[in-house]
C-alpha cells in the first residue's frame, strides 16, 4: 500500500504564490521593517551613544572610524593608487546592476560602489577598495571624510573607517539585501595600512590609543564590529609646497 501524498501545487497557482511571498518580502524588507528598526532606535538610546562611529542615512550608527590620513587630495589619490586600491563607484542604476550581475555571475568589479555612510552631516568624500578572488560579494573597503581641521603644514586631515564585507546577505535589521561586514574590524584597519607602507608615499605613521571607549557594537546592519579602540593615522609625503594654515 503506497503511503498517501499532501496535495500538491499545481505549477498554475505556484507561480502566483511565489510571486506573492516575494512582493510581501519586499514590502517587509524594505518598506515596514526600515519604520520599525528607525523607532525602535529611537527608543533605545545605546544605539544613538556609541562613540566615533558613523551613521546610516537614517541616522543609525554605521561603521566605526579606525583609520586617518593627512595628504591633500591629489596626495590621497595618488597613494590609494600605488597601494592598489580602487575608487568605488557612485551609487546609481547602473552601477547598482552592474554590481548584482558581477556577484551572481563571479566576475570581478574594481569598482563595484558601496552605501554611503554620514559623517559631519554629510556621505563620505571618498570610498576606496580592493576586490578579493572573482567577484564583489567579498573585498576590502574604506571610506574617508575630510575633517574640519587642518595639519600644522595646512593640508587636510582624512579620518575614515576601513571594514572588510565578508559575503552578501540579508540585514539583520531589514531584511534587506546587503553586504555583511566582519566583526574584526582591526583586521582591515592593520590590512590597509600593510598596503599604504609598502607604496613609499607614506612618511610616518602614528597611533591614537584608546580612541574608542566602547569596543564593540552594531552597524546599521545589525552585523557586529569589536575592536582594540586604537585609530591608525599616517602622513603622507608632501609632493607640493604645502599652504600656510589659516589663522
Known amino acids: 500500500m503506497s503511503p498517501k501524498t499532501g496535495p500538491r501545487i499545481s505549477p498554475r497557482r505556484l507561480l502566483p504564490l511565489l510571486i506573492g511571498l516575494g512582493f510581501a518580502w519586499v514590502i517587509l524588507a524594505y518598506f515596514i521593517a526600515p519604520l520599525f528598526w528607525d523607532s525602535y532606535a529611537r527608543i533605545d538610546p545605546k544605539l544613538d551613544d556609541v562613540p566615533r562611529v558613523t551613521q546610516t542615512g537614517d541616522h543609525h550608527p554605521g561603521d566605526p572610524l579606525n583609520v586617518a590620513l593627512i595628504g591633500t587630495e591629489s596626495e590621497l589619490l595618488s597613494i590609494m593608487k600605488a597601494a592598489d586600491w580602487f575608487s568605488a563607484a557612485a551609487l546609481g542604476i547602473e552601477s547598482d546592476v552592474k554590481i548584482a550581475a558581477d556577484t551572481i555571475l563571479s566576475r570581478p568589479d574594481d569598482a563595484a560602489p558601496v552605501s554611503s555612510l554620514f559623517l559631519y552631516g554629510r556621505k563620505e568624500d571618498f570610498a576606496f577598495e580592493q576586490p578579493v578572488g572573482d567577484n564583489p560579494r567579498h573585498r576590502h573597503h574604506v571610506r574617508l571624510w575630510k575633517t574640519p581641521t587642518l595639519s600644522d603644514d595646512g593640508r587636510p586631515k582624512w579620518i ?16 534587506q539585501i546587503t553586504h555583511v561586514t566582519a566583526p574584526n574590524v582591526d583586521l582591515e584597519r592593520d590590512y590597509l595600512f600593510a598596503c599604504l607602507e609598502k607604496t613609499d608615499e607614506l612618511e610616518q605613521t602614528f597611533i591614537d590609543k584608546g580612541f574608542h571607549e566602547q569596543l564593540s557594537g552594531r552597524n546599521g546592519g545589525g552585523d557586529p564590529w569589536r575592536t582594540d579602540g586604537d585609530l591608525y593615522g599616517g602622513v603622507i609625503k608632501a609632493t607640493a609646497s604645502p599652504s600656510a594654515p589659516q589663522p
Open 160 to 175: 575614515g573607517a576601513a571594514v572588510y564585507d565578508e559575503r552578501v546577505g540579508l540585514s539583520r535589521t531589514t531584511g
